[in-house]
């Protein structure tokens, strides 16, 4: 399979999701781009965080039923909560429809764990995680006062690699932090993955 290049994927992925679905999805990927270029990564690496970004939500829009049967081809485990599943069948399906050299380890895991996060957490995998919820779209107070606080803090940056590391770091503590009120207060399953998440970010 030729590799896919960016515009192919957007042409793709804009077939696959609605308008409001595909708005947060571009949303994504500008907030993703302003965030790695804040940080001084690699012109690769915001090239490949726009596309990580594209793909993220590529099953969404999927019913649960649909989410199942996904898990079944690709023997992936159920997760806890419905939520979720879409991170999981995201990477594997984006992988099918664009190949392994356009879906490679890094942009896979990203959307593997967008959602609940997880242990070991890349700072790839942060910042596709952090513009998932800081993103120009979303309105709810928890996303308007992280994204004022993201800004303000990669403003001050000036591409420090140290310091935009222990940034990343601690908006995707603030943020899972965050997701562990809402679940425990609504009475929620908690995916164990976000736990381990927590566990691996907090002091
Ligand atoms: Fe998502
Ligand atoms: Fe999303």
Known sequence: MKKPDFAEIHARVRTLQSGKRFAHTEGVVKEAEYIAKACGFSTEFVEKARVAALLHDITKNLTDEEQEKLFLKYAIDIPSGPATMHEKTGAHFARELFGAEAVDEEIFSAIFCHTTGKAGMSAFDMVIFIADFTEETREHKSCRDMRA???????????????????????????????????????????????????FLAE
């Open 149 to 199: 606080y993201l800004h303000a803090e990669c403003e001050k940056l000036n591409g420090e690699s140290e310091k935009a590391e222990a940034l990343l770091r601690n908006v995707t503590l603030k943020i899972i932090g965050d997701t562990l009120n809402f679940l425990t207060l609504k009475k929620r399953k908690i995916d164990l993955r976000t736990v381990e998440a927590w566990n």
